[in-house]
């Protein structure tokens, strides 16, 4: 975090505005800031305009299809249809990704849809994946679930839950998403923790790690061969408090102790504990912090039950990246135990992908510190009441410190 990987990706733009882009982030302030800040390439954001029919996707594909430089949010491009992607390699354009796009997303459907669907011969059931084979269809019960199959297939994942077998469905990213453009440049640390980069293994799709260099005049471009380390890797261990008062961080001892599941079998003794030691925290240990310098996370299900008073204003969504609106919180608490979801895992699994739980836990947890007072240079306390999430901060801060590399910026 904080070694220039967004202005890198500016300076190369700059630098290649001969070529074709579409740059896609999180959150569309940063969409509005790649625009302002490469004026020659004239960025476009896809709008929800009269003439396109108010659909964002028509508009996109009419931009593209004239071959403008686009700037969009990360879920708009996951429904690219098949005619939008032949025009992006008509068009030989190159993708920025800004952090990591999530591969699958649980989809709403009831199974019954679904084998409708397969009887009438519109889809195709292969493999635990349904693909549209038929787009014929001009009925109305089915016409959003093939409108989203035109673009993504459905996957479906086998479990059990409270003894009875059932089926979950999601939408999964397809690989043409990703192969239809000539050059691809994902933007974002601790890669291999991500579910992107578990799909890129799963489609046996090949990257290379490239790194950060800085220039004369103090900007920042890519390099294949230089790997720029921010300042604040050498003064870690200074900057970052961790709470380590037995009293507070019993609680967390157990290795799932404030896992999703750990909230919802506790919820009578150790949950209000957990309450206590935060309202302990702000109330006594760090009663001169203001209100406006604290932040703390949980998952968004447990907020009512951990929220007090001094602190509630300070939520942050526990797995939020790329925004600089946080940079004056000081005083942290990271109130949860973070595992990949049991399905999105399985399904992993079943296509022969390891999944590295503690790099997926320590990648969405350090993009949440970074967003804090650190990023400037400055000190930050923090509470982390799980035992496993502070021993892997504390290891990914040895191995930092140690002289361990990051793994910044990847490349197709």
């Known amino acids: 975090m904080g070694n220039g990987k967004s202005q890198s990706a500016i300076s190369y733009m700059n630098e290649h505005s001969d070529q074709k882009f579409i740059y ?10 790649i625009k302002a800040s490469c004026p020659a390439l004239n960025f476009v954001e896809p709008q929800q ?33 098949e005619a939008t992607l032949n025009a992006i390699r008509e068009h030989q354009y190159t993708l920025i990704i800004d952090e990591n796009v999530d591969v699958l997303e649980v989809c709403d459907i009831h199974e019954d849809d679904i084998r409708i669907a397969v009887e009438a011969g519109y889809v195709k059931f292969e493999d635990s994946r349904y693909e549209l084979i038929r787009d014929d269809y001009n009925g109305n019960a089915f016409r959003e679930m093939f409108w989203f199959m035109r673009s993504r297939q459905i996957m479906r994942i086998d479990t059990e839950e409270g003894g009875q077998k059932c089926s979950l469905y999601y939408w999964a990213l397809p690989p043409d998403l990703i192969t239809s453009f000539k050059d691809v440049i994902i933007l974002t640390y601790l890669f291999e923790g991500q579910s992107l980069h578990s799909f890129l293994k799963m489609y046996d799709l090949p990257y290379e790690n490239i790194g950060i260099k800085r220039v004369p005049g103090g900007g920042y471009s890519f390099s294949k061969d230089e790997f720029y380390i921010p300042d604040y890797v050498q003064h870690i261990r200074d900057m970052v408090k961790i709470v380590e008062q037995p009293r507070l961080n019993s609680i967390g001892d157990d290795y799932t102790a404030l896992s999703k599941n750990w909230f919802g079998t506790h919820a009578d003794e150790a949950v209000p504990q957990l309450k206590k030691n935060i309202d302990n925290l702000f109330k006594n240990i760090w009663k001169d912090s203001e209100a406006e310098e604290r932040m703390w996370a949980t998952y968004k299900t447990q907020k009512d039950s951990l929220k007090g008073k001094g602190y509630t204003n300070g939520f942050v969504v526990l797995n939020l990246k790329a925004s600089n ?5 000081r005083y942290l608490v990271y109130a949860c135990n973070l595992f990949m979801n049991v399905n999105e895992k399985m399904f992993y699994t079943k296509n022969g992908i390891t999944v590295d739980e503690d790099k997926y836990a320590l990648s969405i947890m350090v993009q949440w510190i970074w967003r804090s007072a650190i990023r400037d240079g400055e000190e930050i306390y923090i509470y982390l009441p799980s035992s496993r999430m502070r021993k892997i901060l504390n290891d990914w801060m040895d191995s930092l410190t140690e002289g361990g590399s990051a793994d910044g910026v990847q490349a197709l």
Do not use: M, V, W
């Open 24 to 33: 896609i982030t999180p959150y569309l302030d940063e969409a509005a800031r």
């Open 49 to 81: 305009t009269r003439k396109y029919g108010f659909s964002k996707l028509t508009h996109t594909h009419a931009l593209i299809e004239r071959g403008e430089n686009i700037t969009t949010t990360h879920q708009a491009f996951k429904n690219y249809s």
């Open 325 to 329: 609106n946080y940079r004056n919180k």
